[in-house]
Each structure stands twice: as structure tokens, then as C-alpha cells.
């Protein structure tokens, strides 16, 4: 249930900022956005793997 609810947050704050880039074309802006994109998709990636230590 977490991770659905990780891949839904991701998918909205993507629509978001990918809205923002296409309406404010600026260079700069882009790479910020691409530089947390990433940033966000390395943690849920990271965080969301399956824990054996159990």
C-alpha cells in the first residue's frame, strides 16, 4: 500500500513540475527539475526495496 501511494505522489508531483517546465521553458528551471525528479526517484527506489532483516 505504500509504495502505490509513493508511485501516486511521484506521478502528481511529476505532472506538476512537468506542467511548470513546458509553460516556463527556461534552462535553468529544467535542470532543477530533472535534478529532483531523479532525486526523488533514487529515495523511492531506495526506501521502498524490501527490508530481509525481519
Known amino acids: 500500500m505504500n509504495r502505490i501511494l509513493a508511485i ?10 512537468g506542467i511548470l517546465a513546458f509553460e516556463v521553458p527556461s534552462p535553468d528551471l529544467v535542470i532543477v527539475i530533472v535534478v ?10 531506495t526506501s521502498s526495496q ?4 525481519d
Open 8 to 17: 501516486f505522489a511521484f506521478v502528481v508531483f511529476a505532472i506538476f513540475v
Open 36 to 45: 529532483t525528479a531523479a532525486l526523488l526517484a533514487y529515495d523511492f527506489i
Open 50 to 53: 524490501t527490508d530481509s532483516k
